[in-house]
């Protein structure tokens, strides 16, 4: 499950690592990121919370690297949209 067993699919945990690893430099740089309102009121549901929950452990078990950022993406995400939902 670790080591990659076709050319797709570590092009694919590349790809998916790169995006997540940009995601996380555009969102996690700032202190407040702006969200559409409908991902903050998405976010307030707690099933929303369960399914990002589901994904980033899906994730880590396809592949480690994408389960660490996919995890940090959850953090921040939730970090701000937390700050949104406090502040309205």
Known sequence: MLKPTTEQDKY???????????WNWLVGTHLKTPYPDL???LYSVPLTRFFLLGLVILSA????????LAALAYVTLGGDVLF???RS
């Open 39 to 41: 991902l903050v009121e």
């Open 61 to 68: 078990m396809w592949c480690p690297t994408v389960g660490i």
């Open 84 to 86: 949104v939902l406090n």
């Open 12 to 22: 694919l945990r590349l790809t998916v690592a790169v995006i997540l690893l940009l």
